[in-house]
């Protein structure tokens, strides 16, 4: 199982005229269920893509771990930290392809590199791109050459293709129009059902963290606010900023519908 326990990450301020820190992660544990979507939702800068960088090896907490199934998710140990990577997939915000390599290069490469059976590899890719319903002719295209959502699908395919336990989803859809959006989330839904795996989404969208995941983790300036279903949020805040963000969020909806 994957979980945050403690963990604290501090960064210099960017500014000079700042002499404190800035505290990305303040004393944050979240225990994430396995087989399960949990959304990690909040303002911009409360810490969201620090917390799920911490649970993929890349930052170093000041105080605290992240742990999987009990081992340390240690940067200072990259021999152990590359056996607990290959066990995770994680998509950043643009999608982060390679841009010389073609679609089924960038999905290959991880496969490739840890010699897993090319029969296996290849049945894998075909079901991937059945279940992102991803044009089969695309694979052989380079990402410049493809569209935003279908970018986003071969970015889910990378970090699907050596079928690790946990997926890990920094915003993927953050950067596409709304109809592909939407589109996309339809078809997120289908596959997570489908390879019931652990998925962290971060997201700044509460309908799309309530379409997505039954497990919602609400946090504010590097703290976890409270970690409970949608229903749970609205019907029983924990402080009220959760109602403020609940009602900031769906009046926006409200205020979408009526223009639309
Ligand atoms: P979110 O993903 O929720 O928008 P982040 O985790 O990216 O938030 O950032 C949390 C806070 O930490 C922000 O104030 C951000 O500016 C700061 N921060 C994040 N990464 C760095 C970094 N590498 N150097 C300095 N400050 C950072
Ligand atoms: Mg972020």
Redesign the pocket.
């Known amino acids: 199982m994957l979980r945050l326990d403690g963990v604290t990450?501090r960064?210099?301020?960017?500014s000079k005229r700042h002499t404190h820190p800035?505290?990305?992660?303040d004393d944050v544990s979240i225990a994430f269920e396995p087989a399960t979507t949990t959304a990690?939702i909040?303002?911009?800068?409360?810490?969201?893509?620090?917390?799920?960088?911490t649970l993929v090896g890349l930052v170093r907490p000041d105080a605290g771990r992240a742990r999987f199934d009990g081992d340390p998710i240690n940067p200072d140990r990259p021999a152990r930290l590359r056996g607990l990577r290959h066990r995770l997939g994680y998509v950043i915000q643009d999608g982060g392809l390679f841009p010389h390599l073609t679609a089924r290069q960038n999905i290959l490469l991880l496969p490739r590199h840890l010699r897993l059976d090319a029969d296996d590899t290849a049945r894998r890719l075909d079901h991937l791109v059945e279940l992102t319903r991803f044009p089969k002719a695309g694979l052989d295209r380079f990402p410049s050459e493809l569209s935003g959502g279908q970018r986003q699908r071969v970015a889910l395919m990378r970090a699907l293709a050596h079928d690790p336990e946990a997926l890990l989803l920094?915003?993927p859809l953050g950067a596409l129009d709304p109809l592909i959006r939407a589109d996309l989330q339809t078809d997120l839904k289908a596959i997570f059902a489908d390879l019931k795996k652990t998925v962290v989404l971060?997201t700044?969208d509460l309908a799309e963290a309530a379409f997505l995941a039954p497990s919602i983790v609400l946090?504010r300036e590097?703290r976890v606010v409270q970690h409970a279903s949608y229903r749970e949020l609205v019907e029983r805040p924990a402080e009220p900023f959760v109602r403020d963000f609940v009602t900031a969020q769906t009046s926006r909806l409200r205020a979408l519908e009526t223009t639309a």
């Open positions: 990450k960064y210099p301020h960017r800035v505290v990305a992660l990690l909040g303002p911009s800068g409360c810490g969201k893509s620090t917390a799920l960088r920094d915003e971060v700044h946090m590097g």
